[in-house]
């Protein structure tokens, strides 16, 4: 099983900040079947970003994926104020799919 | 427009079975896997697996910690997805969301709560 880690814990920053968002898997992932998802409080998870860099429908170009192999980013080009959230990545590329502990951008 | 609706949830005891519905409508339900996922109060995402469509043999894949005890079933028919949970632990006290599909995840149900307390 493919363990997922991501850092920071806890990225505390203002509007218009740039948000560097880390994960990193224990293995190689295949074919860099990645997602990220945003959750905010008393929602379901947001899909947006997958296979690493593919921007979901209707995800703002301001969001952004990169990485291969074991290493993968999510960038957050400007902050709004509607970003401030958790962030999960999660792996689909080798049984069991394993999501990362979650990032919580706050400000 | 895809919508997603799981129901089922509550209040249950410690040792119970519990069945959650995914009531499925905007889309051809046959042709999709369908994932579940859990999460626990204030904890994060847990992947408890999928059920493949029936034309990949309507076969199931779990995560560890749920093998076992946790069943996915599907009715076509009525395009309605099933969780079965035996032998409840506390620790099964979680959110669980449906989610059409099986990898790249975009069209979540809002979640039942299920919470396993004597």
């Known amino acids: 099983e493919i363990l997922l880690t991501q850092s920071p814990g806890t990225l505390s920053l203002s509007p218009g900040d740039r948000a560097t968002l880390s994960c990193r898997a224990s293995q190689t992932v295949p074919t860099n079947y990645l997602a990220w998802y945003q959750q905010k409080p008393g929602q379901a998870p947001r899909l947006l970003i997958f296979?690493?860099?593919s921007r979901a429908t209707g995800i703002p170009d301001r969001f952004s994926g990169s990485g291969s192999g074991t290493d993968f980013t999510l960038t957050i080009s400007r902050l709004e104020p509607e970003d401030f959230a958790v962030y999960y990545c999660?792996?689909?590329?080798?049984?069991?799919?394993?999501f990362g502990p979650g990032t919580k951008v706050d400000i | 427009e895809v919508q997603l609706l799981e129901s089922g949830g509550g209040l249950v005891q410690p040792g119970r079975s519990l069945t959650l519905s995914c009531t499925t409508s905007?889309?051809?339900?046959?042709?999709?896997?369908m994932t579940w996922v859990r999460q626990a109060p204030g904890k994060g995402l847990e992947w408890i697996g999928f059920i493949r469509s029936n034309s990949y043999a309507g076969t199931s894949e779990y995560a560890t910690s749920v093998r076992g005890r946790f069943t996915f079933s599907r009715d076509d028919s009525k395009s309605i997805a099933y969780l079965r949970i035996n032998s409840l632990k506390i620790e099964d006290t979680a959110v669980y969301y449906c989610?059409?599909?099986?990898?790249?995840?975009?069209?979540w149900g809002q979640g039942t709560l299920v919470i396993v307390s004597s």
């Open positions: 999660q792996q689909y590329g080798s049984l069991s799919f394993t």
């Open positions: 296979y690493a860099s």
């Open positions: 989610i059409r599909g099986r990898s790249s995840l975009f069209h």
């Open positions: 905007g889309f051809t339900f046959g042709d999709f896997a």
